[in-house]
């Protein structure tokens, strides 16, 4: 999320709409899933999100960029990025409500917002793994070996390499977080009877 909240400011064009539902959604996930156990903790994720909105905010106070994004779909592209902001400001507020409440995970709405949720951010993810997955294989082995031919090989350099192993640590943690969120919401429904031993 700080990642996508430092592009804003060194993007020429406006920040992609997948990119800001992306963050936005996995902070309100993590948030949901850390304020079912503690309410309170739900308020750094909110914060998150909020800090992110004001940079999206900033960038379309820009009178380049603003310009450019009303002249070019503006109105889907704001109603998508104030979707992914209100999702990711709702989502630690339900689990605080769970949470404070104590109710049990089967309601419907929690079982919904994780499913949902879990749905939507593992598309996401094998969207930006796929691109990421051709970025690669074109950057690292096919033009290499088109250059070969020619004498010219690029080296690689460090900073390539540790910029690509963390951008595939952050897909691996969205995945697992997607389907934790999916094994959430479909795990079969524990009632208070299952859980006393039958020799009590």
């Known amino acids: 999320m700080f990642a996508a909240i430092a592009a804003f400011g060194v993007m020429d064009k406006e920040p992609p709409a997948w990119l800001i539902l992306l963050c936005c959604l996995s902070a309100g996930a993590i948030g949901m899933l850390t304020a079912r156990r503690r309410p309170i903790l739900c308020v750094p994720f909110i914060s998150v999100v909020l800090?992110?909105?004001?940079?999206?905010?900033l960038e379309l106070r820009d009178s380049y960029v603003g310009d450019a994004i009303l002249r070019?779909?503006?109105?889907?592209?704001?109603?998508?990025?104030?979707?992914?902001?209100?999702?990711?400001?709702?989502?630690p507020l339900l689990g605080a409500f769970v949470g404070a409440?104590?109710?049990e995970n089967s309601i419907a709405a929690w079982r919904w917002t994780l499913g949902a949720s879990g749905a939507v951010l593992l598309g996401l993810t094998f969207s930006l793994g796929s691109g990421f997955v051709e970025t690669a294989y074109y950057d690292y082995i096919f033009y290499p070996r088109e250059k070969a031919g020619e004498g010219y090989i690029m080296p690689l350099r460090w900073?390539?390499?540790?910029?690509?192993v963390s951008i595939a640590c952050v897909l691996v943690g969205l995945v697992l977080l997607s389907v934790h969120l999916l094994h959430s919401a479909f795990r079969p429904k524990v009632t208070r009877t299952s859980l006393i031993s039958p020799n009590s």
């Open 159 to 164: 900073q390539d390499i540790v910029a690509r």
């Open 101 to 103: 409440k104590s109710l």
């Open 72 to 91: 070019e779909g503006g109105v889907t592209y704001i109603s998508t990025c104030g979707f992914a902001i209100l999702a990711g400001i709702s989502m």
């Open 51 to 57: 800090l992110g909105a004001f940079a999206l905010y």
